[in-house]
């Protein structure tokens, strides 16, 4: 049996027209977005815009809100408090906070203390982990994420070296929360 031949013109057309939906998305993946499913509409604008007003209200607030979470573990004598602010560098997360406890009890000391202080201030935990360990506590609250290290756990796990880009927030902390005064770094309690 032979096949019937298409006429260069049908396949010529073909090759040239797509549906609109199709399109779209190969566009969208030239510039480097996700292709969408057809009849979804995006939670973005079309266009990148600088952050407005109410943008800029939210980040304040959530810096303030970290400096209150860090203030709360420098009174439960945490150690090395560093605040990284990464507002568009991460999806989850505007600011993350690290710190040490000197002992594990003191770890969990820290992460109770700032939820309770926190909790005053009006804001809970969205999540919580490794609480019951005493060796790292990590509290997610919303846009703000802190982590509570063991001291020796935190120079091996190193956290802040995953935002060596990121811009550090300048902190008041006191001497003996300084990582040169603290003890146990060099061997002595």
């Known amino acids: 049996m032979k ?5 260069p013109k049908s396949t010529r057309h073909r090759k040239h027209t797509r549906p609109a939906a199709a399109a779209k998305q190969q566009a969208a993946r030239r510039e480097g977005a996700r292709p969408r499913e057809p009849g979804v509409r995006s939670l973005r604008p079309a266009t990148p815009s600088a952050p407005g007003p109410a943008k800029q ?6 810096l303030a809100f970290a400096k209150t979470a860090i203030a ?6 945490a150690i090395q408090p560093v605040l990284i602010d990464v507002t568009g560098r991460s999806s989850y997360a505007d600011f993350i906070a690290v710190l040490s406890g000197r002992s594990d009890r003191q770890v969990e000391a820290i992460a109770e203390g700032v939820c309770e202080a926190m ?7 969205l999540g919580r982990e ?6 790292w506590v ?3 609250f919303g846009d703000i994420v802190l982590h509570v290290f063991y001291h020796p756990l935190r120079e091996i796990f ?19 929360a300084r990582a040169d005064g603290a003890p146990g770094r060099d061997g002595a309690s």
């Open 119 to 125: 909790a005053a201030a009006g804001r809970k935990p």
């Open 72 to 77: 709360a573990a420098l009174e439960k004598k």
């Open 57 to 62: 209200r939210e980040r304040r607030e959530a």
């Open 158 to 176: 190193d956290i802040e070296s995953l935002w060596v880009d990121a811009p550090r927030v300048k902190l008041q902390v006191p001497a003996e």
């Open 130 to 135: 490794g609480a019951r360990n005493g060796r």
């Open 3 to 7: 096949k019937a031949k298409r006429s």
């Open 138 to 140: 990590l509290i997610d």
